[in-house]
């Protein structure tokens, strides 16, 4: 009996610290080959990581004309999500709407 308690609580403290492991290890968001990851409690490291993938992927499309629709549109998807507000993808690419990072 006594062993089956302290494998219990071994299996109990495994999962907590499983847990701790998932919820707080970093979390990472990838657009073509444009990957960034940010801490998950850090709300302006993740809204900054978004913008640097929105820009990385504006290079990728810039460079080959805005040619691939799939990428375009996966960039005016995030813009929306990140930012709230809608655009074009030249208009996103090209500076005529805003992405702003935070200190």
Do not use: H
């Not at 219990?8 to 847990?19: D, E, M, P, T």
């Not at 073509?32 to 490291?45: P, R």
């Not at 978004?50 to 960039?75: P, V, W």
């Amino acid at each position: 009996m006594v062993l089956l308690t302290i494998f219990i609580i071994i299996v109990i403290l495994l999962g907590i610290i499983f847990a701790i492991g998932i919820y707080f290890k970093d979390k990472c968001y990838e657009l073509g080959d444009c990957k960034k990851c940010w801490v998950v409690t850090n709300e302006t490291e993740k809204y900054n990581s978004m913008i640097d993938i929105i820009l990385c992927a504006c290079q990728r499309t810039k460079s080959n004309e805005y040619s691939d629709q799939s990428l375009n549109n996966k960039i005016m998807s995030l813009y929306k999500s990140t930012t709230g507000s809608s655009g074009d993808v030249k208009d996103i690419c090209e500076g005529k709407l805003p992405l702003v990072k935070y200190k």
